[in-house]
């Protein structure tokens, strides 16, 4: 049987993709204008603002920190200390160095349905998914972490369908540096790198039978092997460990309470559910993701060259309200980057009219979830999930 060699993709023309990064800052530095002055709310104030200027002012000298009873990871507060430090400490520049740093997303979106198999048009419709989807726009507008660490995930993913291992390691750790969370990434990179390491996996998937299900457990063995290729993807777990390590040293405990509390239960399990397959018009972005992994599933011929980065792809969104089951909207922002290249991707296998149909609807259908309730949960930070928080800050 003849060998598919599933190489990676080739990157996108660096001044193209340079120039779409370019846009999309420019465009939704545009879209987000009135957000610029807009004061501090939510965990802003709570935690990142405060930890920022702790930061400015104390900078390495870790005595300054000791006897808080947390600190966040500190990449995304320690850009900011840079800013207030070097530029100014206005909410202009804050909101404006938040905002340039989460439209980085669009572009790698476009680029991880590129890698996947999309064409030009795909990717465009993956990146206008993205950027229409409710969580996204609304957390555009807000000074937390969800969304620097959901474009540093998307970014690391990218690198991965590219095959860069080096390169995930470095972006990785640099996102478990702003939310803890983005560790979910590493499990599907580790399994794409062991796959496309493990010769019998790319070959064509011939039809289900006894003979073939014994050979695959023979192959088990040199599988496992081949995760000893994947090992890059253990940098970011090591960077996390000696976070976790030194928040201890500084605080007394590797994790609070309360946040341990926030991860671990049911309650906050099916939040984690809830806002990863049904909230925010996810329904409907998984339905347009549905034409391009069902056929992956399946392999034989209906499966093209990239079968195993759509699968790891689609693993990437099942994993993540697993690996981190808190119950706010905005925690399960980092898989949005994922679901929606394969939405783009699946709307390319559907034929000129239903494309159009679908796209539509889907458009539509994001731009009225900007406001509107939730059928759950409308209290409190639940409220982030789209614009209606400005409603509460006007009232505050």
């Known amino acids: 049987m003849k060998q598919v060699m599933n190489t990676p993709p080739r990157p996108l023309a660096s001044a193209s993709f340079l120039l779409l990064c370019t846009l999309s800052a420019a465009a939704l530095l545009l879209a987000k204008g009135s957000s610029l002055a807009e004061p501090y709310y939510w965990d802003a104030v709570g935690c990142y603002m405060p930890q920022a200027r702790e930061l400015a002012r104390h900078g390495l000298n870790l005595a300054g920190y000791r006897g808080l009873p947390f600190i966040r990871p500190p990449l995304y507060t320690g850009v900011l200390a840079l800013f207030m430090d070097y530029v100014s400490e ?4 804050v909101h404006a160095v938040t905002i340039v740093w989460g439209a980085l997303t669009l572009p790698a979106v476009y680029a991880i349905c590129r890698a996947l198999g999309g064409g030009r048009a795909a990717g465009l419709l993956a990146l206008a998914l993205c950027a229409l989807s409710p969580t996204y726009f609304a957390q555009l507008g807000m000074v937390q972490t969800d969304l620097p660490a959901t474009t540093l995930c998307a970014w690391a993913w990218l690198l991965v369908l590219y095959g860069r291992r080096a390169g995930f390691a470095a972006l990785a750790s640099l996102a478990v540096l702003t939310k803890e969370s983005s560790i979910f990434i590493c499990l599907p990179a580790a399994l794409l790198i062991a796959i496309r390491h493990t010769d019998w996996l790319m070959q064509p998937t011939p039809p289900p039978s006894p003979a073939r299900a014994r050979l695959a ?3 088990l063995l040199p599988f496992i092997g081949s995760l000893l ?6 940098v970011p777990a090591l960077v996390l460990l000696l976070w976790l ?3 201890r040293a500084l605080t007394g405990h590797l994790v609070a309470a309360d946040h341990l509390e926030a991860i671990l239960s049911l309650p906050t399990l099916s939040g984690a559910l809830l806002h990863s397959f049904v909230e925010s018009g996810r329904p409907l972005l998984l339905a347009a993701a549905c034409p391009a992994v069902l056929p992956a599933l399946r392999g034989g011929a209906e499966a093209d060259g990239r079968r195993w980065e ?4 689609a693993l990437g969104v099942l994993v ?5 089951s808190a119950g706010l909207p905005r925690y399960m922002l980092l898989s949005l980057p994922l679901l929606c290249a394969l939405g783009g991707l699946g709307l390319q296998r559907l034929t000129r009219e239903q494309r159009l149909g679908a796209t539509v609807l889907l458009g539509a259908a994001l731009l009225l979830g900007w406001h509107g309730d ?4 409308n209290s409190g930070y639940h409220l982030e999930r789209n614009l209606e928080y400005k409603a509460l800050l006007r009232l505050h």
């Not at 206005?90 to 520049?93: F, M």
């Not at 290729?229 to 253990?234: C, E, L």
């Open 320 to 324: 993540l309200p697993l690996v981190f």
């Open 245 to 247: 390590m030194l928040h």
């Open 90 to 93: 206005s909410r202009l520049v």
């Open 374 to 377: 939730s059928f759950h949960d």
């Open 229 to 234: 290729y994947a090992w890059p993807t253990a």
């Open 310 to 313: 759509v699968l790891m792809t």
């Open 217 to 219: 457990r023979g192959r």
